[in-house]
């Protein structure tokens, strides 16, 4: 007879087999704008013929996603539970459903980790070419985790003595505006490939912040970074590069800033013994999956980095148990 153990073992291996079946329900729906229809009740056999499902597989899919409690079920109508209606439905401040099409978009990379662990490089060897759909649902997917982290650090981190901010990397501008919003006397720079650019301009002109914003288009691992900033952010970057390419990259922020001027990175990190977090453990095999060069680094990576480069002593900020500042000030 099976002992306790093992049946809670096997209920949890069960699970973590089968988990994989609840991304592809939440991918199916967000990808069909399931959850925008279901703000009112309808029934499964509308839903097929708004989004062009088969009657009974929607039927089926819509009983998956009441399972998930993102949508609940009476009388045969289905409508949105209160998480999917504040995170699933476009143009809620609370929308997830780009970062989810993001992720459902690197779906292939996990298929084949096999690949990827027998060479230890991206799918077939390179990063991810994306398309523009595949590149937007990136960088909006970004502003959609971002928006919560930015009026995080803008809680646990006083910006008000900085005029001029580099956010290196910058994708959507989320931290950009966010940190202008609060600091009216602070201007910024968003550094950050031309296609993304693009789509930092969209956001920052919704902002209403145009004149206070500038872009410069360039690759952070060979181009300058300018200079005369007072303050730096690296976020969610590091861990798409190797630790040489991440060094020089914090020499180049170093120079790029004035003396005094402050650099935080912000990213994924992990404990020095890389005992936890469970998250950001589990995020370095996905950077590893998408760029080959990916990894999570620890303090003692990021300090290495800094004090090579020059810089004071730093200070480590927890926003949540995952996501941790490493700040440092140039001498
Ligand atoms: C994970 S996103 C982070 C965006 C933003 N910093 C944030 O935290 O929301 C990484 C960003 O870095 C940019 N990036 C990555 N490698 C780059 C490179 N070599 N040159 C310029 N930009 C790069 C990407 O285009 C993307 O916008």
């Given at each position: 007879?099976?002992?306790?153990n093992?049946?809670e073992?096997g209920t949890?291996?069960?699970a973590l087999?089968?988990?994989?079946m609840?991304s592809?329900?939440?991918?199916?729906?967000?990808?069909a704008g399931?959850?925008?229809?279901?703000?009112e009740?309808?029934?499964?056999?509308?839903?097929a013929?708004?989004?062009?499902?088969?009657?009974r597989?929607?039927?089926?899919?819509?009983?998956?996603l009441?399972s998930?409690?993102?949508i609940a079920q009476?009388?045969?109508?289905?409508?949105?539970?209160p998480?999917?209606?504040?995170c699933?439905?476009?143009?809620k401040t609370g929308?997830?459903?780009?970062i989810?099409?993001h992720?459902?978009?690197?779906?292939n990379q996990?298929?084949?980790?096999?690949?990827?662990?027998?060479?230890?490089?991206a799918?077939h060897?390179?990063r991810h070419?994306?398309t523009p759909?595949?590149?937007?649902a990136f960088?909006?997917?970004?502003?959609?985790i971002?928006?919560?982290?930015?009026?995080?650090?803008l809680?646990v981190?006083?910006?008000s003595?900085?005029?001029?901010?580099l956010?290196?990397g910058?994708?959507p501008a989320t931290?950009t505006?966010?940190f202008?919003?609060?600091?009216?006397?602070?201007?910024g720079?968003?550094?950050?490939?031309?296609?993304?650019?693009?789509?930092a301009?969209?956001q920052?002109h919704?902002?209403?912040?145009d004149?206070?914003v500038?872009?410069?288009?360039?690759d952070?691992?060979?181009?300058?970074l300018?200079?005369?900033y007072?303050?730096?952010?690296?976020s969610?970057?590091?861990?798409?590069?190797?630790s040489d390419t991440?060094?020089?990259l914090?020499?180049?922020c170093f120079?790029?800033?004035?003396s005094g001027?402050?650099?935080?990175?912000k990213d994924f990190l992990?404990?020095?013994?890389?005992?936890g977090p469970?998250?950001?453990?589990?995020?370095a095999l996905?950077?590893?999956?998408?760029?080959g060069?990916?990894?999570?680094?620890?303090?003692a990576?990021?300090?290495?980095?800094?004090?090579?480069?020059g810089?004071a002593d730093?200070?480590v900020v927890d926003l949540?148990?995952?996501?941790?500042?490493w700040?440092?000030?140039?001498?």
């Open positions: 007879m099976a002992s306790t093992e049946r073992w949890h291996i069960n087999s089968t988990a994989f609840k592809h329900v939440l991918f199916a729906a967000n990808a399931v959850f925008a229809l279901l703000e009740p309808r029934g499964a056999s509308e839903i013929q708004r989004v062009g499902w088969d009657a597989a929607a039927r089926i899919l819509l009983d998956a009441v998930l409690e993102l009476t009388g045969g109508l289905y409508r949105n539970a998480i999917a209606s504040a699933l439905v476009p143009g929308y997830q459903g780009n989810v099409n992720i459902s978009n690197t779906v996990w298929v084949h980790v096999d690949e990827t662990l027998r060479t230890g490089k799918l060897g390179e070419q994306r759909e595949e590149l937007r960088i909006l997917g970004m502003n959609d971002g928006r919560t982290s930015a009026r995080e650090m809680d981190i006083d910006l003595s900085f005029r001029n901010l956010d290196v910058g994708g931290y505006i966010a202008l919003a609060a600091h009216p006397a602070m201007r720079t968003v550094f950050d490939r031309p296609d993304v650019l693009a789509i301009r969209e920052v919704e902002a209403g912040l004149g206070r500038s872009y410069a288009a360039g952070l691992t060979t181009d300058p300018g200079s005369g007072d303050l730096i952010l690296v969610n970057i590091i861990h798409s590069y190797s991440n060094g020089a914090v020499r180049k120079d790029a800033l004035d001027g402050t650099l935080i990175i992990t404990e020095n013994d890389r005992s469970a998250f950001s453990l589990m995020f996905r950077m590893l999956l998408a760029n060069e990916g990894d999570t680094y620890s303090f990576d990021i300090e290495s980095w800094t004090q090579a480069a810089f730093g200070r949540t148990p995952q996501t941790r500042l700040v440092v000030r140039k001498p």
